[in-house]
Structures are given as structure tokens and as C-alpha cells.
């Protein structure tokens, strides 16, 4: 399945513009499998100056949003079990400057941070492998609205693509 194969009822607005970052020439596994590497050899491949780097007052580091999207994943694939599973219980949102305070990203090293997306990937992908057509199509609701399993799986990788070309655009 491919991101144009969603439907408008299966996600919040909002994702919309992380979900249209998501290449349609692959399927869901496989671009959760290859974008991740992608993003690894594009963040080994950027200065070490740059890591610690804050394009703007208050704004997060390149480890800072590393550990972000680590966070997030976690709680999207988590969401996407909940609902596969056809839990009706709603879940809350999370409040991602608050995470990102309490992570302490800045004193942790690169390889590390690099080495934990790589493990929750592949904790993703094993994920997301089990899911039937079915369990993909399930609707739950977290943030209090609508969400499909096979768009959390779009999320994750589109948000992972936002957030890499922030890096590009902003940090250097």
C-alpha cells in the first residue's frame, strides 16, 4: 500500500502535510525500511559542529530532534498496535516540547542517538510486518481524531522526511 491510497477520513488535517512527504514508489514496509537509512547516512554525513546547533533562540538542537523523532515513533507505533488490535479506548496526545526538555539529547552522542533510531525502526518494522489488510484499515482515535494504522505508518516516515529537510533548510 502507498500513501495516495489513504483516505481523507483516515487521519487529522494536519498530518496531511507530513503524509505528502512520503514517496509514493514504494510500499509502507518498504519505505519504512528505506528511509531510515537514509536518514542515518544523511546525519553521518553532517559536520559535528552542526549537532549541537541552534539555528534560532529557543529552537531544538540536531540531536534535540533526532531524540524527537525516536519519541514520536515510539508513540505512533504504539498507537498503531493499540488500534490493529481494535482497542476503542482513546488516546491522549503528547506534548513534544515537553519530551524533548526531559530527554537530555545534547548529552548523548550522535552514534547513539543514531544506533536507538535504527533499534526502534526495526521494532517498527517488525510491528507493521504482523499487521494484516485488515488491521491496517482499523480507525482509533488518539489526539481526538480519526486515525488509520497504515496512516500512523505514513506519519512516521513523512514526519522523519519534515524534519530531515528542517535540517537541510535550517541547520546547514
Do not use: C
Not at 84 to 91: E, G, H, I, V, Y
Not at 105 to 110: P, Q
Not at 152 to 162: A, E, K
Amino acid at each position: 500500500m502507498k500513501p495516495t491510497q489513504l483516505q481523507p477520513s483516515e487521519f487529522a488535517t494536519y498530518y496531511g502535510a507530513y503524509i505528502a512527504q512520503v514517496s509514493n514508489e514504494y510500499t509502507l514496509v518498504e519505505e519504512l525500511e528505506i528511509s531510515v537509512h537514509r536518514l542515518v547516512k544523511f546525519v553521518q554525513n553532517i559536520p559535528m559542529d552542526k549537532f549541537d546547533y541552534r539555528y534560532a533562540e529557543g529552537k531544538w538542537t540536531i540531536k534535540d530532534i533526532l531524540q524527537h523523532l525516536i519519541d514520536a515513533e515510539r508513540i505512533f507505533a504504539y498507537r498503531a498496535l493499540r488500534f490493529a488490535r481494535n482497542d476503542k479506548t482513546a488516546l491522549a496526545s503528547f506534548e513534544e516540547n515537553s519530551y524533548v526538555d526531559e530527554a537530555n539529547a545534547n548529552s548523548r552522542s550522535i552514534q547513539s542517538l543514531l544506533s536507538e533510531m535504527l533499534v526502534v525502526r526495526q521494532a517498527t518494522l517488525s510491528l507493521f510486518n504482523t499487521f494484516t489488510e485488515a488491521e491496517l484499515l482499523r480507525i482509533g482515535i488518539a489526539s481526538n481524531n480519526s486515525m488509520s494504522v497504515r496512516a500512523l505508518g505514513f506519519v512516521i516516515i513523512g514526519h522523519q522526511n519534515h524534519h530531515q529537510k528542517i535540517f537541510q533548510e535550517r541547520y546547514l
